[in-house]
């Protein structure tokens, strides 16, 4: 029986056994990891690509053209997609970054072979009928006009127009003009130059048979044929610009003012990048973080403030982000940099380390669980050019040594205040 006086034993989470993935290079120059796990019969499949936004000359480009790929192709309507998708009780989503483009499907193992030949061409021959296009435009441009109105939209538009080099395809954000720029020709075009096998690395998680991999392999493979890579834009630029110091936008009847912030860091390959990343969630990275404590629960000044990093190819950004009224948005700026200061010149506590390194450890755990969430960070970090095994097995070496002065030190090296962009907006 469960002695339910007496709480369970503390143990310290150890780094997890992640499985790694096989990968098979096929014979067009794309690359298959394959990671099989789980005890469900169910198969996840992730096709990135080089084709995010900066990819493309004109902004809205690479989003239209990964999100209508499902939206009709050479052999099947766009209803005839939907219809034999959910006939299978499969699923198809699409998710486009700066970098890359990814289609994922989701599906039952023994049905994965009654989708493929659908799948193929959704990836390989998408029509972008002008009826599609039309909707997709008349929909996002509408939800653009709604966001446009928020004060974190319009901060975080204004954030990355200026934090960015001018030019640099990073600072580019999408203006509604924009919409009547876009045509049917750009999407195929676009699809042409960057949906190509060389750039492709698919990823196939959860239980697949040895069929499942052979018709992978086979579709996108061997019949999957295409041009070389397309090479790095000399013109994608990721590093920042100089220090624009604070930005102020006007939003017109806005009752509370959105704070962002942003200081350049280093990127997720450099050694500092984990020892950042506790700092960061000791800054504002948990719901027990500095800022969580000082400017919501001791000062009332926010509902929610939290702190992130953000990586690009080469570089990284520390963001701070809270939405304050608008008559307490410099107290709440003031008390930002107060917390950034105290971690610069006082150690962290021992005892708050202990709390903050259990945190993350048990983080990482959860996001690890299952097949598909693994998969989610084999691939995130394969993409980024990291080796999974070796960041997991850093990351809790990491945590288990780091020390109070550890953090200062690296407090005191990047938590620099006078390097901070700030935008105000409301």
């Known amino acids: 029986m469960i002695d339910r006086k007496t709480a369970p034993a503390l143990n310290t989470i150890n780094c997890p056994q992640v499985p790694d993935a096989r990968v098979v290079a096929l014979d067009n120059g794309a690359t298959l990891h394959i990671l099989t796990s789980g005890t469900q019969n169910v198969v996840k499949l992730d096709i990135v690509l080089g084709a995010g936004t900066t990819k493309s000359a004109k902004p809205l480009v690479a989003n239209a053209t990964n999100t209508l790929t499902a939206e009709g192709t050479r052999s099947y309507a766009s209803v005839q997609v939907s219809e034999i998708f959910d006939s299978y009780g499969a699923y198809i989503w699409q998710n486009t970054s700066t ?8 599906s039952l193992t023994r049905y994965f072979s009654h989708i493929m030949p659908v799948l193929d061409e959704v990836v390989r021959q998408p029509v972008f009928p002008q009826s599609e296009l039309d909707l997709y435009l008349a929909r996002t441009r509408q939800e653009m006009m709604i ?51 060389a750039d492709a690395h698919i990823f196939v998680s959860g239980r697949p048979d040895a069929h499942v991999i052979d018709s992978i392999a086979d579709r996108f493979g061997s019949r999957w044929q295409g041009g070389a890579a397309v090479p790095a834009d000399v013109c994608v630029d990721d590093t920042p610009a100089p220090n624009f110091g604070r930005i102020n936008v006007d939003v017109a009847e806005a009752s509370q003012t959105s704070i962002k912030m942003a200081l350049p860091v280093v990127g997720r390959r450099h050694p500092d990048f984990i020892g950042l990343s506790i700092l960061s969630t000791i800054l504002g990275g ?51 940099y107060a917390e950034v200061e105290r971690l610069r010149t006082e150690p962290v506590g021992v005892d708050e380390l202990t709390n903050v390194s259990n945190y993350l450890r048990g983080e990482m755990l959860r996001s690890l669980d299952g097949a598909f969430a693994t998969s989610d960070q084999i691939r995130g970090l394969t993409m980024a050019g990291v080796d999974p095994a070796r960041y997991f097995a850093d990351f809790y070496s990491t945590l288990a040594a780091i020390t109070p002065a550890r953090v200062q030190e690296l407090a005191v090296q990047y938590l620099v205040p006078s390097e901070f962009r700030v935008v105000m907006a409301g």
Not at 99 to 106: D, E, K, P
Not at 163 to 174: E, M, N, T
């Open 147 to 197: 966001e446009m109105q928020k004060p974190g939209v319009m901060a975080a538009r204004a954030m990355r127009r200026h934090y960015y080099r001018p030019g640099s395809r990073h600072d580019r954000v999408a203006e509604l003009v924009d919409y009547d720029r876009v045509s049917r020709a750009d999407l195929v075009g676009f699809h042409s130059e960057c949906y190509r096998p």
């Open 99 to 106: 970098r890359h483009a990814v289609l994922s499907v989701c």
């Open 286 to 336: 948990y719901f027990g973080s500095r800022l969580m404590k000082n400017i919501r629960e001791e000062k009332g000044l926010t509902y929610g403030i939290g702190s992130s990093i953000q990586t690009t190819e080469t570089c990284g950004t520390l963001s701070v982000t809270s939405s304050v009224k608008s008559d307490l948005s410099e107290q709440a700026l003031s008390e930002i």
